[in-house]
């Protein structure tokens, strides 16, 4: 059995790992600037809450719709074309975010970026199939450490922008930031990145995805019972988790009183222990097995929601969000279409590679569909019932979930 240092090497040996490893740093060091305070920027353009979820609810569902075509696109057309279309077009929004003045410019920018997402069912099969077989939660979570690493240092940097600026200039001069790195991902993903897939178009592609896309139904019925237990598992904590997530930097800064440089260090503190943590845990995964490290993950962030609302301070907050990093360390969240490395890898370890990019497409609008309706919830909580609420709510679903994850058996043998 290889040690830890050389399934490194064997992993970064790789090319198509080493340049979406290095394009999606670059991704990463432009997102992590604004993402965290996006739900500030939407309420300073004059959105309520309830609004705010509405938008966040429509961005879900506009980007559900892609998901399953984007699979067929990448099992017929490869993998390669759809990435890089999806890089092309996610060059667009944030300039549409930048000359905002009002919610409303949301709307078409969240359409534009939502068609961007048709590439990630060929960025997750690209690289699960650039993996070696034995290390893929290894490798997954190796890829994750380094593009997170970017958040250590933009996240606070974001914050104080805000503080010193205000959120609409200091939003702006970050978004201006994120576009300069979104074209240098995209012309990287152009220049060095190859395709896995020896399937081509042909002239009889066309038929062939109407002849795909009318079997949808029959393949739901051969999806494996382990899948569909992980669909209903990353269906309640998708909901779960969009409930709060847009609404925990508010809660943290209108309700507890922290400052957007607060909440940047915690931020970074928490991303700091996510990516120490992620590799580590990935390897612990491929060694004894998937399931514990979700189980693991999953309790650990429904502990962590329940310290949140439990805390009335700076080291209350930064507590609780730290076992937030530990939780997504071990790689078995969910959050909307995508799951962690280790939940991504259990994926790919129950379906083939000639079936991996609809069925992962598949996968990703059903869980993707469950969680949709949270943010707009979770927005109607917050204003109408108690700040608290949304998260109170999460904590029940996610319990649930840990109950169902209990039902869940790993394969006895790794599809390739």
């Known amino acids: 059995m290889p040690s830890f240092i050389q399934t490194l090497r064997k992993i970064l040996s790789n090319r198509n790992i080493a340049v979406l490893t290095v394009s999606d740093i670059i991704f990463m060091i432009g997102g992590n600037l604004w993402w965290s305070f996006q739900p500030l920027y939407i309420l300073e353009l004059g959105a309520s809450k ?13 980007m559900l719709v892609f998901q399953i075509p984007g699979g067929i696109l990448a099992d017929r057309v490869g993998r390669r074309k759809i990435i890089l279309w999806g ?18 410019f949301f709307i078409p920018a969240m359409v534009i970026n939502a068609l961007s997402s048709v590439d990630m069912p060929a960025w997750n099969a690209l690289l699960v199939e650039s993996l070696p077989l034995e290390s893929r939660a290894t490798g997954y979570s190796f890829y994750r450490t380094l593009i997170s690493i970017s958040g250590i240092f933009m996240m606070p940097l974001g914050g104080i922008l805000m503080d010193s ?40 592609v066309e038929s062939r995805y109407k002849k795909e896309g009318s079997k949808v139904i029959q393949r739901l ?13 990353g269906g309640l904590s998708s909901f779960a988790t969009r409930l709060s997530a847009s609404f925990t930097i508010v809660y943290a800064t209108e309700v507890i009183g922290l400052s957007k440089t607060e909440w940047g260090i915690i931020s970074t503190f928490v991303s700091l222990i996510s990516t120490v943590i992620t590799t580590p845990a990935g390897f612990l995964g491929d060694r004894i097995g998937r399931k514990p490290c979700i189980l693991t ?40 279409e995508m799951g962690g490395p280790t939940w991504q ?11 991996r990019g609809s069925i992962m497409g598949l996968i990703g609008t059903i869980t993707g569909a469950l969680g949709a309706p949270a943010p707009w919830t979770g927005g109607y909580f917050y204003e109408n019932f108690s700040p608290v609420f949304p998260f109170q709510t999460n904590i029940l679903l996610r319990i649930i979930a840990v109950v169902i994850l209990f039902f869940l ?3 006895e043998e790794k599809a390739k």
């Open 297 to 336: 993950s999953q309790t650990l962030s429904l502990v962590s929601t329940f310290l949140f609302v439990s805390s009335r301070d700076f080291g209350g907050i930064l507590f609780s969000r730290a076992l937030e990093g530990v939780a997504s360390g071990f790689g078995g969240l969910v959050m909307g």
């Open 50 to 62: 309830e609004v705010m979820g509405m938008l966040f609810m429509f961005q879900s569902a506009t």
């Open 87 to 104: 890089g092309i077009i996610r060059c667009i929004p944030p300039i549409i975010f930048i000359v905002a003045n009002h919610w409303v």
């Open 221 to 233: 019925k051969t999806i494996p019972k382990g899948i569909w237990i992980l669909i209903v598992i």
């Open 409 to 411: 058996k790993e394969p």
């Open 165 to 204: 600026l205000g959120v609409l200039s200091g939003m702006r001069i970050c978004l201006v930031i994120n576009e300069v790195m979104m074209v240098t991902y995209t012309l990287i993903l152009w220049r060095f990145l190859v395709e896995t897939r020896k399937q081509v178009k042909t002239p009889k």
């Open 345 to 355: 890898a259990l994926i790919a370890d129950l379906v083939p590679a000639e079936r």
